[in-house]
């Protein structure tokens, strides 16, 4: 059922921007906003394919941005030191990728392929920013501009006089992921043409996805060339189809120099991708729909408004900050259809419509959900809950089209990443937090399914295969372990990751159940809970894997130079030891005390702080602590369950200052992976994390010290009755990173933590900082979910 509509005011575009952007003031000046601080070349050194993106709005069907290099899902995209540009593609999205455009003059190459066809570069005159990217094609003297709506590209070409120019439209090539199945373009008329690029199935989104486009210019061109395989083709040419298919648009030499050009698409059809150009953007001023572009992310990125710190602490925050709104793609239209990918034919759907036939929310693809329980899921609910109802309904709609609640869809395909089922601690989350405006029983429906034998745990990493047994469910509902060596499809079969997942998981669902006064259920998943303490070894005092025969594996390792130890999900045993959220009194206990697990996790960070806090992309089982990659990311905020949270200040703020790089060449220490690091360190910014990931019935933060003097978050009133929540310091300074005291509307505060029921109806916490350790804050009262059993049970 869905939950009664409320009668407060919707806070759309124009009453939100405008309220936000009167009262900046507060923070930065009134000259600078903080679209203005964000830098999308931090760390584009060595990219991923969705990593960068200039012109694109938050979360945008459309990114739009130069790419340096297109040969994989790695190393590719836009990449700092690369010297060439190949074209300008519109999809940079997990596993997919669509529509490459390049503007040319002289001599026509385009049928040759981008080798042939590419441009050298400089970073001279570029610019980057949210929104709009320009740069200067050396090769053909030609100005190239982008900005975009959700859904439409616009480019502005300035071509040199008197030279031969074209716009080639490359929909065979190969783009990151795999290779173009076919392609088709066909001319509507002389400012118009339309078509589609199919792209190839990969091992992780399992159907060929196609990719529809309509293109219109402001200029009429003269002439369409089309080619196929290498061949430019004679005769008719208002036509192409087939692979390695491409067409280019030809204009008058002595034209206008300027030229526009619009590209919107869809997945769903051509006709669709022209509803979502005429709908978005009906006009041709190009600076207009970059100015709204640029209003749009200031009125989510001044949610978080701050004031002090250094400036390359502010411009690393809001670039954290941006990324958190971008990685994540919308997949349906203008008017809410989308392609339904999950059965054995693709079928056109629609989400929920309100009154007026309006979509109610965006139908989203994204990565894994996997770790974004210490990230995404936080940092949304703080400021964006709204977000998360749409992400929430995205996934019940899945649910109710293909069987499965998602963790991970792209194409509207399921792909079934990574391990486990995350979606389980992001609906916790929501619902505890009052965000709700979704199919709740549906919601647990699928979720519940997730958590047996059959639902997507039992999927092990792309695992696509029906019935699929890579995720060892029948071992983890037989015995309460998942061994190694299992059978199945997939990949990251990592009985002992899978265990500690699956455990905390389960947590997350007993919570939920008891929300929903499902007793019986929360009972189930409460004892299933703690299951992790069957991956304890006395012994070698560590999550030890266990064999099929119920031994533990011999060749065990802690770390190991590889990228990852046997059991343990792109990780080691020094990482996921501590991979138990739920209980951290329970697994505290089993180290001997408080002293003793103080002593092995202060370790991990002593050694982790050698590499940097990261393993390295291919590495993950090498350090100690890994705030490359998501298993770990938690790490640090641990100490404030074992008595010692001037530890976690220490370290939070070390972690903080060796990602605080805002260079091409450092800033992310490898995967940012669609939004999760770049949330991460927005959290460990403003000092608030949740180690449980908000999935307790009642939801809590605890409490590190900022970087900042102030932060105000502006609270969103359709979730939340207060208008906001302002953390203030005393003394902040690079050398005073502990905690001295603190204040919560005024009234002396000595607990690490404060509930969400606090945050919501606003306030105002403030915090004394120092240059020692005060020992006796924060340590008179655990975090309340500090232990699952018995006193939490």
């Known amino acids: 059922m869905y939950p009664e509509k409320t009668t407060k005011i919707r806070w759309g575009r124009p009453t939100w921007l405008a309220l936000i952007l009167c009262v900046f003031g507060f923070n930065l000046g009134a000259r600078e906003m903080p679209v203005d601080l964000v830098n999308p070349f931090i760390d584009s050194h060595k990219s991923r394919w969705f990593f960068f993106n200039s012109a694109s709005r938050p979360f945008g069907m459309v990114n739009l941005s130069p790419d340096t290099d297109t040969d994989s899902t790695w190393n590719s995209g836009y990449l700092y030191d690369s010297e060439t540009i190949r074209c300008f593609s519109h999809v940079h999205a997990w596993q997919l990728a669509g529509i490459a455009v390049m503007p040319t003059t002289g001599a026509f190459k385009g049928h040759r392929g981008m080798d042939a066809y590419q441009s050298r570069f400089s970073h001279e005159g570029e610019i980057a920013r949210p929104g709009y990217h320009k740069v200067f094609l050396d090769d053909y003297e030609v100005t190239a501009e ?97 692979v390695d298919a491409g067409a280019a648009l030809v ?63 502010q411009v690393k925050f809001y670039t954290d900050l941006w990324r958190a709104l971008l990685g994540r793609r919308i997949i349906s239209d203008v008017d809410g259809k989308y392609m339904d990918m999950t059965g054995d034919e693709p079928r ?41 109802d749409g992400f929430c309904n995205t996934m019940v709609d899945m649910y109710q089209n293909g069987g499965l609640l998602p963790r991970g869809p792209s194409g509207g395909n399921y792909t079934f990443v990574m391990i486990g089922d995350p979606s389980a601690l992001f609906f916790a989350n929501a619902y505890h937090k009052g965000i709700r405006d979704y199919d709740v029983e549906k919601a647990y429906e699928g979720l519940r399914k997730n958590a047996f034998v059959g639902g997507s745990r039992d999927h092990a990493g792309y695992e696509h295969e029906s019935p699929a047994y890579g995720g060892g469910m029948q071992y983890y509902e037989s015995q309460g372990w998942v ?55 006395p012994e070698t005092r560590m999550m030890h894997p266990r064999e099929i025969d119920g031994s533990w594996i011999e060749d065990f390792e802690i770390v190991s130079n590889e990228f990852n130890t046997r059991g343990f999900c792109e990780a080691n045993s020094a990482i996921y030891t501590n991979f138990v959220p739920q209980d951290m009194g329970g697994l505290i206990e089993l180290f001997g005390g408080e002293d003793e697990y103080n002593a092995f996790l202060n370790k991990c960070f002593v050694e982790g702080e050698k590499n940097d806090f990261v393993g390295g992309h291919k590495k993950h089982g090498s350090s100690w602590v890994d705030y490359g990659n998501q298993p770990g990311t938690g790490m640090a905020h641990l100490f404030n369950y074992s008595g010692a949270p001037w530890l976690t200040q220490k370290w939070v703020r ?35 994390f949740q180690v449980d990931g908000g999935t307790s019935v009642n939801p809590y933060y605890e409490i590190t010290s900022p970087i900042f003097d102030e932060i105000k978050i502006t609270l969103n009133p359709d979730y939340y009755s207060g208008e906001s929540f302002v953390i203030a310091t005393e003394n902040n300074d690079p050398e005073n990173k502990y905690i001295q005291s603190a204040r919560l509307n005024g009234e002396v505060f000595e607990n690490c933590w404060f509930y969400h029921a606090d945050f919501e109806k606003g306030g105002r916490l403030e915090i004394d900082l120092g240059e020692t350790p005060n020992y006796e804050w924060g340590v008179k009262e655990a975090p309340p979910s500090k232990y699952l059993s018995p006193s939490n049970p």
């Open 146 to 242: 982008l900005t975009s709506s959700t859904r439409v590209g616009f480019h502005r070409y300035t071509f040199p006089e008197g030279k031969a120019r074209t716009i080639i439209f490359d929909t065979g090539a190969k783009l990151a992921h795999g290779p173009t199945v076919s392609s088709q373009v066909w001319k509507v008329s002389d400012t118009e043409i339309a078509g589609v690029q199919v792209l190839e199935k990969t091992r992780r989104r399992p159907k060929d996805t196609p990719v529809y486009f309509v293109a219109r210019t402001n200029q009429a061109f003269v002439e369409l060339k089309t080619w196929k395989n290498k061949r430019l083709q004679t005769g008719d040419q208002d036509r192409v189809k087939g």
């Open 251 to 313: 204009f008058d030499p002595e034209g206008e120099r300027e030229v526009l050009l619009k590209v919107g698409i869809s997945y769903v059809s051509a006709q669709q991708a022209r509803k979502n150009l005429e709908a978005e953007i009906d006009h041709w001023d190009f600076d207009r729909v970059a100015s709204e572009s640029e209003d749009e992310w200031n009125g989510l990125l001044s949610r978080i408004e701050i004031k002090g710190g250094s400036k390359k602490q």
């Open 348 to 388: 056109v759907r629609t989400v929920r419509l309100d009154d007026a036939g309006q979509p109610l929310y965006p139908h989203y693809n994204f990565d894994a959900w996997w770790g974004s329980h210490w990230s995404l899921n936080i940092l949304w609910s703080l400021a964006y809950p709204e977000i998360i």
């Open 483 to 537: 061994p190694e060596g299992i059978e199945g499809g997939g990949i990251h079969k990592d009985g002992a990751a899978m265990t500690l997942e699956y455990a905390f998981e389960d947590f997350a669902l007993g919570q939920f159940a008891k929300a929903l006064g499902k007793e019986e259920d929360y009972r189930l998943f409460n004892r299933r809970a703690l299951n992790y303490k069957n991956l304890w070894n």
């Open 654 to 688: 070390k972690v903080k200052e060796v990602y605080g790089d805002i260079t091409p060449y450092d800033g992310y220490k490898g995967d940012e992976d669609q939004g999760q690091m770049g949330a991460l360190g927005v959290l460990m910014a403003i000092g608030l």
